[in-house]
């Protein structure tokens, strides 16, 4: 089913990490069907995962966390890194529609390092004080300048430094992946504790038709979920969406235009996590 967060935010204020409100979609829990040899349909119930995943077959959206500005801004950047690597033959990650965020403007670093210092993870810390704890290992801010500091301190450090760290991004991150008409990404899974993906069109400069992000539960494998009903969000440019890696999603197909969407991916430092891994591969 088609979610119903479209539209567009003309006159609405930027996110409030404490104050603003913000949706949560929740995947209803189902079977899974196909059909056997014989035509009848076949339900299979499939086994819970341990341990729950954070955000466990939950969507967080959280409205204008990047101004229509802030979107041009980075969409621009973003074509500007990619015909520097078309013409020096550097592709970027997995394809060289992807931008990562060592070659973006120091200006639009500071963007994204402000959406996750001074929106997710506060949002986190404020609202979902059960996430936050786990991304933050009590490192939290409070309502002081100082306060807040701690949150745009951590979000410089993610991924930054040599200590082992709880919290960290995952490669390169954040990235700009860029689609045009006719490109889509397939169901897949992340396979990383958070993932924050953030739709930068359409803009007046890059109109869109189709795209979007479609989710299907988190027992739903890749390969089945084209026989699923999945969820489709589509909101406005500059809203975030925040779900767990483990949750099955896909990059709908653009029909027309170009679609631009900032992504990246949070690894929590779990040491029962691994172990669990390392014990189903046996």
């Given at each position: 089913?088609?979610?119903?967060?479209?539209?567009?935010?003309?006159?609405?204020?930027?996110?409030d990490?404490?104050k603003?409100?913000?949706?949560?979609?929740?995947?209803?829990?189902?079977?899974?069907?196909?059909?056997?040899?014989d035509?009848?349909?076949?339900h299979?119930?499939?086994?819970d995962?341990?341990?729950?995943?954070?955000?466990?077959?939950?969507?967080?959206?959280?409205?204008?966390?990047?101004?229509?500005e802030?979107?041009?801004?980075?969409?621009?950047d973003?074509?500007?890194i990619?015909?520097?690597?078309?013409?020096?033959?550097?592709?970027?990650?997995?394809?060289?529609?992807?931008?990562?965020?060592?070659?973006?403007?120091?200006?639009?670093?500071?963007?994204?390092?402000?959406?996750?210092?001074?929106?997710?993870?506060?949002?986190?810390?404020?609202?979902?004080?059960?996430?936050?704890e786990?991304?933050?290992?009590?490192?939290?801010?409070?309502?002081?300048?100082?306060?807040?500091?701690?949150f745009?301190?951590?979000?410089?450090?993610?991924?930054?430094?040599?200590?082992k760290?709880?919290?960290?991004?995952?490669?390169?991150?954040?990235?700009?992946?860029?689609?045009?008409?006719?490109?889509?990404?397939a169901?897949?899974?992340?396979?990383?504790?958070?993932?924050?993906?953030?739709?930068?069109?359409?803009?007046?400069?890059?109109?869109?038709?189709g795209?979007?992000?479609?989710?299907?539960?988190e027992?739903?494998?890749?390969?089945?979920?084209r026989?699923?009903?999945?969820?489709?969000?589509?909101?406005?440019?500059?809203?975030g969406?925040?779900?767990?890696?483990?949750?099955?999603?896909?990059?709908?197909?653009?029909?027309?235009?170009?679609?631009?969407?900032?992504?990246?991916?949070?690894v929590?430092d779990?040491?029962?996590?691994?172990?669990?891994?390392?014990?189903?591969?046996?």
């Open positions: 089913a088609d979610s119903a967060i479209h539209g567009a935010t003309v006159g609405a204020k930027a996110f990490p404490v603003s409100d913000y949706f949560e979609v929740k995947l209803v829990e189902s079977s899974v069907g196909r059909d056997d040899c035509g009848t349909r076949v299979v119930t499939l086994p995962r341990h341990p729950t995943p954070i955000l466990h077959n939950k969507i967080a959206v959280l409205p204008k966390i990047i101004t229509t802030e979107c041009a801004s980075i969409a621009n973003t074509e500007r990619l015909k520097e690597n078309s013409a020096k033959k550097i592709r970027g990650r997995k394809t060289e529609s992807w931008a990562a965020y060592s070659r973006f403007s120091s200006e639009n670093q500071r963007v994204m390092d402000r959406i996750l210092g001074e929106q997710v993870l506060e949002f986190f810390d404020r609202r979902m004080p059960s996430v936050g786990k991304i933050l290992n009590g490192q939290s801010g409070d309502d002081s300048d100082a306060g807040r500091s701690t745009k301190t951590l979000a410089r450090t993610f991924g930054k430094t040599n200590a760290e709880v919290t960290s991004f995952c490669w390169d991150d954040p990235v700009v992946i860029k689609y045009d008409a006719g490109n889509c990404l169901p897949h899974e992340d396979m990383r504790d958070l993932t924050i993906v953030i739709p930068l069109n359409p803009l007046a400069e890059y109109p869109l038709r795209g979007g992000t479609m989710f299907w539960l027992e739903t494998t890749p390969d089945l979920a026989a699923e009903d999945g969820v489709l969000l589509k909101p406005p440019a500059g809203w969406i925040i779900f767990n890696g483990k949750i099955t999603h896909s990059g709908e197909s653009v029909e027309a235009g170009t679609r631009f969407v900032l992504m990246t991916s949070i929590l779990n040491d029962d996590d691994t172990e669990n891994e390392e014990e189903e591969g046996e």
